[in-house]
């Protein structure tokens, strides 16, 4: 039987499909937002016969020319790597090329939401930490996406033509997008491999600024790899249950200092924190990465042990809340399902160590942002 566009035979389906995907059209909306290195665009991928796909559009900076083809070839190895997957926590990559040579662009999964930041701090701007349930909500949720995307893409050994292993290697909660039907999406796989390729442009004060959610080893020049992604996760749980991993105030060569040292406060596990949830969180910020849970699934299945043993059930009915709320469509906060947990309190003031003088100095939570 005939098809107004293509025939379905197996020689000419290539030439057919590539005239179908020729009249595709991007329509860019609303900027969504930026990053350090990239503008994320709200947009419409148009086909033929009017079907419509919601999109974003992710733009990078130029590249600079004399590492062009490194971090071009970098990206797109990344990009070839989560393309192949499909997992509901981890946002799909549909297409990655480069506009006028020197800017590469993504088109991937809309995620129509917030992200983690945003709602880290709607929680601050209260003097709150994430509630429990939402926090093992979360961690589970991420994990499951990390192991997934190490899973699913096949192992390590990418060196021999194999495919590559999808570490994330740059997670930080603005890689955690939240949407409106509370999901958890993680995005930007693989970038810190493309930071390092671009390490000789990259300023000692982002290094810094990023220091709090990378791995000790990595710091100081390993490889990420699995257990890092444990390292990056425990220090978001660590973020939302209890707060910054470092004062806010520190400085940059201060930061880097600790975060090579793999500190976290010292009073850090709050007692309010359950037995079981401390020594997880433990395990996941040991400075030494043989001693963390050897994959994100390791540590998902004990996140949700804990979760079941408190009879916390999903949480996902709370994010879908707490997102709505944020985007301020949401339902008033006393219209909240009632079983959320309160709170967990957050201790006025931690006593920071300095890993190499071992001194110790107070500093007191970070303020709510200024709105
Ligand atoms: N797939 C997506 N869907 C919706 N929003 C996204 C998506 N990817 C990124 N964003 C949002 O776009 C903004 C910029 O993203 P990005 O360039 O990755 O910044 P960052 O360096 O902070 O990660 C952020 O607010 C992020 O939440
Ligand atoms: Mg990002």
Same mark, same amino acid.
């Given at each position: 039987?005939?098809?107004?566009?293509?025939?379905?035979?197996?020689?000419?389906?290539?030439?057919?499909?590539? &005239?179908? #995907?020729?009249?595709?059209?991007?329509?860019?909306?609303?900027?969504?937002?930026?990053? $350090?290195?990239?503008?994320? =665009? @709200?947009?419409?991928?148009?086909?033929?016969?009017?079907?419509?796909?919601?999109?974003?559009?992710?733009?990078?900076?130029?590249? #600079? +020319?004399?590492?062009?083809?490194?971090?071009?070839?970098? *990206?797109?190895?990344?990009?070839?790597?989560?393309?192949?997957?499909?997992?509901?926590?981890?946002?799909?990559? =549909?297409?990655?090329?480069?506009?006028?040579?020197?800017?590469?662009?993504?088109?991937?999964?809309?995620? !129509?939401?917030?992200?983690?930041?945003?709602?880290?701090?709607?929680?601050?701007?209260?003097?709150?930490?994430?509630?429990?349930?939402?926090?093992?909500?979360?961690?589970?949720?991420?994990?499951?996406?990390? &192991?997934?995307?190490?899973?699913?893409?096949?192992?390590?050994?990418?060196?021999?033509?194999?495919? *590559?292993?999808?570490?994330?290697?740059?997670?930080?909660?603005?890689?955690?997008?939240?949407?409106?039907?509370?999901?958890?999406?993680?995005?930007?796989?693989?970038?810190?491999?493309?930071?390092?390729?671009?390490? $000789?442009?990259?300023? =000692?004060?982002?290094?810094?600024?990023?220091? /709090?959610?990378?791995?000790?080893?990595?710091?100081?020049?390993?490889?990420?790899?699995?257990? +890092?992604?444990?390292?990056?996760?425990?220090?978001?749980?660590?973020? *939302?249950?209890?707060?910054? @991993?470092?004062?806010?105030?520190?400085? &940059?060569?201060?930061?880097?200092?600790?975060?090579?040292?793999?500190?976290?406060?010292?009073?850090?596990?709050?007692?309010?924190?359950? #037995?079981?949830?401390?020594?997880?969180?433990?395990?996941?910020?040991?400075?030494?990465?043989?001693?963390?849970?050897?994959?994100?699934?390791?540590?998902?299945?004990?996140?949700?042990?804990?979760?079941?043993?408190?009879?916390?059930?999903?949480? @996902?009915?709370?994010? @879908? =809340?707490?997102?709505?709320?944020?985007?301020?469509?949401? /339902?008033? !906060?006393?219209? *909240?399902?009632?079983?959320?947990?309160? #709170?967990?309190?957050?201790?006025? &003031?931690?006593?920071?160590?300095?890993?190499?003088?071992?001194?110790?100095?107070?500093?007191?939570?970070?303020?709510?942002?200024?709105?």
């Amino acid at each position: 039987m005939g098809h107004p566009h293509f025939r379905l035979t197996r020689q000419e389906t290539d030439t057919a499909f590539g &005239d179908a #995907a020729a009249g595709r059209t991007v329509v860019l909306g609303d900027e969504i937002g930026s990053g $350090s290195s990239a503008t994320v =665009y @709200r947009a419409k991928l148009v086909h033929a016969w009017g079907i419509e796909r919601p999109i974003a559009v992710k733009v990078f900076d130029a590249t #600079a +020319s004399d590492d062009r083809d490194a971090v071009l070839g970098t *990206m797109a190895a990344a990009a070839r790597g989560v393309a192949q997957l499909h997992h509901p926590n981890v946002a799909q990559v =549909y297409e990655f090329g480069v506009l006028d040579g020197a800017r590469p662009f993504v088109f991937e999964e809309l995620v !129509d939401g917030a992200s983690l930041p945003t709602l880290i701090a709607d929680y601050e701007s209260k003097g709150q930490r994430v509630p429990l349930d939402l926090a093992l909500f979360l961690g589970v949720e991420i994990a499951e996406g990390l &192991d997934g995307a190490r899973t699913g893409a096949g192992s390590c050994d990418g060196a021999s033509g194999g495919r *590559m292993c999808l570490v994330h290697g740059d997670l930080s909660a603005r890689e955690v997008l939240l949407s409106k039907l509370g999901e958890v999406k993680l995005t930007d796989f693989g970038g810190a491999s493309a930071a390092r390729v671009v390490s $000789s442009i990259r300023s =000692y004060s982002s290094v810094a600024k990023r220091a /709090a959610t990378i791995a000790p080893e990595v710091i100081g020049g390993d490889e990420p790899g699995p257990r +890092s992604d444990v390292f990056s996760l425990g220090t978001l749980l660590w973020e *939302m249950l209890v707060g910054p @991993r470092f004062p806010r105030d520190l400085e &940059d060569a201060s930061v880097l200092l600790h975060a090579r040292a793999g500190y976290v406060h010292t009073t850090v596990f709050d007692p309010q924190l359950p #037995a079981p949830l401390k020594a997880v969180l433990r395990r996941a910020l040991d400075p030494d990465p043989s001693k963390r849970f050897p994959h994100a699934g390791a540590f998902a299945f004990e996140l949700r042990r804990i979760a079941l043993a408190m009879g916390v059930g999903d949480g @996902r009915v709370f994010l @879908r =809340y707490a997102v709505k709320r944020l985007r301020g469509e949401g /339902a008033p !906060d006393d219209a *909240m399902p009632t079983g959320e947990i309160e #709170a967990v309190p957050t201790s006025s &003031d931690l006593v920071v160590a300095t890993p190499a003088s071992g001194t110790v100095r107070k500093a007191t939570r970070a303020e709510p942002p200024v709105s």
